[in-house]
């Protein structure tokens, strides 16, 4: 009898294998940590938090709790290439999934089997295994760092403000978010920095590292992940709405490597972002967040990919072009604008909420426009170099 599973696995650990090979990236890309950069992280998260350098408690609590989430990644991880931190971040997303999914009702897909890939995109994908029940999905590796220094960037962007009892709140006034950036330079850099680094050498992962305080790296943490779960979310909904059972395929190219990849048509993807907005607003309603935060993260993905696109079109053709019509994905402002529109309408029994949710959604697209406006005519002068992106996005 065959083991259905057992060949999905090698299934992707071929197509990691072919790519990796490809990228000419080795084990040592696959997110383990020497214990001298290991040591170095531990005092500089530290110092951000104002704490002792030597506080051995505090360093043996944070020592613990990383490495036992990098041990149990590596024992449970489906491929001897597969990211261990990436891996347990989609396992903890598929864990508090299934819980939601009893919530709304949906039917959890059967066999089905999740990993990553170095293809550098701001997505993930969807797809079948030939001869096999399984399907796949697959996120991109690089989309864990690029999210994580966005967010941290954003949260930077926002300004604190004191609550009544003495507590911190962010503000996301446009004006004062404005003014903070333009008195802070280096947001800016660091926003430059993070998409040419994601987009011409293909990894964001050796720039220079910096911490922030624990108020902004809350915010980031929030973000980031409500980020990477709703690109999660996403390939899940395709799967539960069964848009791959009955699909047609064709041959796609990553890493010159030939895949079988699902026609999707618009309607698909409008529904998988239905599903994956309820699935990750319901899961972070259940955390104890309103409505408005639950939806920030979101709000971020589709910003980050249209500067990603829009950073493309600029490099590739020195122009700003990204309404390219596709017969599988519907422009990224049209899903962006439709799905802002389908949660609105769904709280309109509760006005404030309803509002509070576009007008959130509106700061957030004009403040990472405003970092944009900032950053887009350095990248014109790259083209006129004839600075390409990374052979990741061909």
């Not at 967010?151 to 004191?162: G, I, P, Q, R």
């Not at 390219?324 to 389908?342: A, F, G, I, Q």
Request: charged share 25%; net charge negative; glycine share 4%.
């Amino acid at each position: 009898m065959k083991n259905f599973e057992l060949e999905a696995r090698l299934y992707l650990e071929n197509l990691q294998e072919q790519v990796y090979g490809f990228f000419n990236l080795g084990s040592n890309d696959t997110g383990e940590i020497n214990n001298i950069e290991f040591d170095k992280i531990i005092k500089r998260w530290l110092k951000s938090r104002n704490a002792l350098q030597d506080d051995e408690v505090a360093i043996e609590n944070f020592t613990k709790k990383y490495r036992d989430i990098l041990i149990e990644a590596q024992l449970n991880k489906p491929t001897k290439l597969e990211h261990g931190g990436w891996y347990s971040i989609l396992k903890n997303a598929e864990q508090e999934f299934k819980e939601i999914f009893k919530i709304l009702n949906y039917t959890p897909p059967k066999f089905y089997l999740f990993g990553t890939l170095p293809t550098n995109r701001v997505n993930g994908m969807a797809m079948r295994i030939p001869n096999n029940p399984y399907k796949l999905i697959i996120l991109e590796t690089g989309l864990f760092p690029f999210a994580h220094s966005m967010c941290k960037v954003l949260a930077t962007s926002f300004v604190l403000k004191e609550t009544i009892d003495g507590g911190v709140s962010f503000s996301t006034n446009v004006d004062e978010c404005k003014n903070k950036i333009d008195l802070n330079p280096i947001i800016i850099q660091r926003f430059y920095n993070i998409l040419m680094a994601y987009i011409i050498s293909g990894d964001v992962r050796y720039i220079k590292r910096y911490y922030t305080d624990e108020f902004q790296e809350s915010m980031k943490d929030i973000m980031t992940y409500e980020f990477e779960y709703f690109v999660f979310a996403h390939e899940f909904g395709h799967l539960i709405a069964g848009h791959l059972d009955n699909s047609e395929e064709k041959q796609i190219n990553i890493a010159n490597t030939e895949i079988n990849s699902i026609i999707i048509n618009w309607q698909q993807e409008f529904e998988a972002d239905n599903i994956a907005a309820s699935i990750l607003i319901n899961l972070m309603l259940s955390k104890g967040f309103d409505v408005s935060l639950s939806y920030f993260g979101i709000e971020v993905f589709w910003g980050c990919i249209d500067i990603v696109e829009k950073t493309l079109s600029i490099l590739k053709t020195g122009i700003v072009d990204t309404n390219t019509v596709s017969e599988t994905h519907p422009p990224t402002l049209m899903r962006r604008e439709r799905l802002r529109k389908l949660v609105a309408k769904a709280f309109e029994f509760d006005i404030e909420t309803s509002n509070s949710i576009v007008s959130a959604s509106k700061n957030l697209e004009s403040i990472i426009k405003y970092l944009w406006d900032k950053i887009e005519p350095a990248i014109f002068e790259l083209r006129k170099s004839n600075i390409q992106p990374s052979n990741h996005w061909l």
